[in-house]
Nanobody, 127 residues
Framework: QVQLVESGGGTVQAGGSLRLSCATS????????MTWFRQAPGKEREFVAS????????HYAETVRGRFTISKDNAETILYLQMNNMRPEDTAVYYC????????????????????WGQGTQVTVSS
């Protein structure tokens, strides 16, 4: 039983920064990869970044690589997405999600591979 709650969304000017958080509650197994997705109006849900259960491996979409960083806190109860040098095309609802894996080193990118989802938080980047 896993509950995910996103926070930290808002409005920022182009070139600015935001940090999103995803708090976990309930039992979170040690073999859960965690992932950020986003969905803009009129578009399909899009992969952003994933981190393995043991935090050793990360993977980023080409559109955010070098600008965004995914991480966990030391207790591994909060998932973060640090977003720097933001662009108007980053505007979307951002979701955190958890995926059961068979290895703590696995990252997961597919929407349908994730069992647990947060409610989403709106991010708007103005030009």
């Amino acid at each position: 039983q896993v509950q995910l709650v996103e926070s930290g969304g808002g409005t920022v000017q182009a070139g600015g920064s935001l940090r999103l958080s995803c708090a976990t509650s309930g039992r979170l197994a040690s073999n859960y990869a965690m992932t950020w997705f986003r969905q803009a109006p009129g578009k399909e849900r899009e992969f952003v970044a994933s981190i393995s259960a043991n935090t050793e491996n990360t993977h980023y979409a080409e559109t955010v690589r070098g600008r965004f960083t995914i991480s966990k806190d030391n207790a591994e109860t909060i998932l973060y997405l640090q977003m720097n040098n933001m662009r108007p095309e980053d505007t979307a609802v951002y979701y955190c999600a958890a995926a059961t894996t068979y290895s703590p080193r696995t990252v997961v990118t597919g929407v349908n591979s994730h069992e647990f989802w947060g409610q989403g938080t709106q991010v708007t980047v103005s030009s």
